[in-house]
T-cell receptor, first 115, second 113 residues
Framework: DTGVSQNPRHKITKRGQNVTFRCDPI?????LYWYRQTLGQGPEFLTY????????KSRLLSDRFSAERPKGSFSTLEIQRTEQGDSAMYLC?????????????FGPGTRLTVT | AQSVAQPEDQVNVAEGNPLTVKCTYS??????LFWYVQYPNRGLQFLLK??????LVKGSYGFEAEFNKSQTSFHLKKPSALVSDSALYFC???????????FGSGTKLNVKP
């Protein structure tokens, strides 16, 4: 399968714990996006990478959230001191340097439940 | 502020009838508009886009969308609905000045045989 992969697919954690999610984009896609989706809502933009550089970050993203994309390949999203309001589906998408501008390929998501 | 509105939570249509899923937007700069579809237990899939050019754009699975600048709308259409089109549809817009994307809340399309 050459699509976007995300791990883990599900994560249950207790409030106050730290969690880290991984996204592996489609090979050679240089653009990578993270979104958060809650029930009944559309994806909410969190952050954007072009290669290894984090170029955009939502103002809604609190200081507890951090993302990295070392070497411009896979990316990680970490949430520190999780809160119940962090419970959501976290989506990753990648986009090629060439081809249809800004067409995003989405992964299956990581569902986070904070108890 | 950038935003996307999908005024209908759900659209019901009979198989073989035309369908329309509505989307309006607000964005600074020139709009880049997209439609995505989400099937149960699957990731979002790109359907079509408007960047520039012809206001009527064609996409995957027989879908098309019409860009209307004066009404700031980008409605999704299909001449003849299939039961297999039943899914959740999201409209999205790229901020004209930044590489950020804004999605609507989604419209559930139900196509009945």
């Amino acid at each position: 399968d050459t699509g976007v992969s995300q791990n883990p697919r599900h994560k249950i954690t207790k409030r106050g714990q730290n969690v880290t999610f991984r996204c592996d984009p489609i090979s050679e896609h240089n653009r990578l996006y993270w979104y958060r989706q809650t029930l009944g809502q559309g994806p909410e933009f969190l952050t954007y990478f072009q290669n290894e550089a984090q170029l955009e970050k939502s103002r809604l993203l609190s200081d507890r959230f951090s993302a990295e994309r070392p070497k411009g390949s896979f990316s990680t999203l970490e949430i520190q001191r999780t809160e119940q309001g962090d419970s959501a589906m976290y989506l990753c998408a990648s986009s090629p340097k060439f081809g249809i501008p800004y067409e995003q390929y989405f992964g299956p998501g990581t569902r986070l439940t904070v108890t | 502020a950038q935003s996307v509105a999908q005024p209908e939570d759900q659209v019901n249509v009979a198989e073989g009838n035309p369908l329309t899923v509505k989307c309006t937007y607000s964005v600074s700069g020139n709009p880049y508009l997209f439609w995505y579809v989400q099937y149960p237990n699957r990731g979002l899939q790109f359907l079509l886009k408007y960047i520039t050019g012809d206001n009527l754009v064609k996409g995957s699975y027989g879908f098309e969308a019409e860009f209307n600048k004066s009404q700031t709308s980008f409605h999704l259409k299909k001449p003849s609905a299939l039961v297999s089109d039943s899914a959740l549809y999201f409209c999205a817009v790229r901020d004209g000045n930044f590489n950020k994307f804004y999605f609507g809340s989604g419209t559930k399309l139900n196509v009945k045989p």
